[in-house]
Nanobody, 119 residues
């Protein structure tokens, strides 16, 4: 069974930085497309950043230039470096993994980790 475990969330002041990590187990990590999503209170879950198994990245417009997604296949981890944090970045952040064994797309989610940006 695929498991995703996040770490690194917490409380940070505006303008500060946090680094989220997601460790995957129970799968061949290198073939998976990975992503970070977030959900703020009263809002829909939204995409933050993705990185494919080939290393291609995409970012939402609200975080582009401030956040960086990366992966370490040897460690089976995906990271999200968050800089210049704003109060509107406050949300529960979720790690996502996707595999495509043939024509199907199978997705997995971590438990979520709280990021709070406040002075």
């Amino acid at each position: 069974q695929v498991q995703l475990v996040e770490s690194g969330g917490g409380l940070v002041q505006p303008g500060g930085s946090l680094r989220l990590s997601c460790a995957a187990s129970g799968t061949i990590f290198s073939i998976m497309d990975m992503g970070w999503y977030r959900q703020a209170p009263g809002k829909q879950r939204e995409l933050v950043a993705t990185i494919t198994n080939g290393g291609n990245t995409d970012y939402s417009g609200s975080v582009k230039g401030r956040f960086t997604i990366s992966r370490d296949n040897a460690q089976s981890t995906v990271n999200l470096q968050m800089n210049s944090l704003k109060s509107e970045d406050t949300a529960v952040y979720y790690c996502n993994a996707a595999v495509r064994p043939w024509l199907r797309i199978i997705t997995y989610w971590g438990q979520g980790t709280q990021v709070t940006v406040s002075s």
